[in-house]
C-alpha cells in the first residue's frame, strides 16, 4: 500500500492531467480522489470484470449467427465466401467487441492508457479487418427475405434519389 506522499503525488498528477483536458479524460473522476483502487492496491477481481451489458452481447451474437447463416446460403450459390475472409470478419468481431466489453472497458475508466488502447482496437485494427473481411454480402444473405426486400427497396429509392439530383 503506497504512502501518503505517494498517494498525494498520485492525485496531484490527475488532477494536473485532467484539468489541462478538460476534465473529460478521467470519467470517474480519480483527480477528485474519489477512486483509487488500481493504484492503491485495492481493486477487486470482480470489479474489473464488472460491468457486462446485455444488449452488447445479444447484438454480437446476432450478427456472428446472420453471418454465419449468409455465408451457409452462399456456399450452396454463387461460389461462397474465403475462409479468409471468414477469419477478418469473426477476428473483426472479436476485436471490436473485447474493446468495449469487460475488462478493457472497466479499466479504460481508471487508466488512460487503456482508454487509449480501445481507442487503437476500434480506429485502427477493427476497421482494417473489417475491410479486409468484406462481409457485405454474407450479412445480406444471412438476413430473413422480408428484411433483405425491405432493405432493396429503401436502396432502390435512395438511388432513385440521387439519380434524380
Not at 48 to 54: A, K, L, M
Not at 151 to 161: F, I, K, L, N
Request: proline fraction near 4%.
Amino acid at each position: 500500500m503506497p504512502d501518503r506522499g505517494t498517494k498525494a503525488a498520485i492525485d496531484g498528477l490527475w488532477t494536473a492531467a485532467n484539468y489541462h483536458f478538460g476534465g473529460a479524460v478521467f470519467p470517474r473522476g480519480l483527480a477528485r480522489g474519489g477512486n483509487c483502487n488500481l493504484f492503491c492496491g485495492r481493486v477487486q477481481t470482480w470489479e474489473v470484470f464488472s460491468g457486462w451489458v446485455w444488449w452488447l452481447v445479444v447484438l454480437t451474437v446476432l450478427v456472428v449467427l446472420r453471418y454465419g447463416r449468409g455465408v451457409r446460403r452462399l456456399v450452396g450459390g454463387r461460389g461462397g465466401i474465403s475462409a479468409a475472409n471468414q477469419v477478418f470478419v469473426y477476428l473483426w468481431l472479436f476485436t471490436a467487441f473485447a474493446a468495449v466489453a469487460p475488462p478493457i472497458d472497466t479499466l479504460a475508466r481508471d487508466l488512460y492508457f487503456v482508454h487509449q488502447v480501445q481507442h487503437m482496437l476500434l480506429h485502427m485494427v477493427a476497421p482494417l479487418l473489417l475491410t479486409l473481411g468484406v462481409p457485405l454480402a454474407p450479412l445480406i444473405a444471412g438476413i430473413t427475405a422480408s428484411l433483405a426486400a425491405e432493405a432493396s427497396e429503401a436502396a432502390g429509392s435512395q438511388s432513385g434519389v440521387a439519380a434524380s439530383m
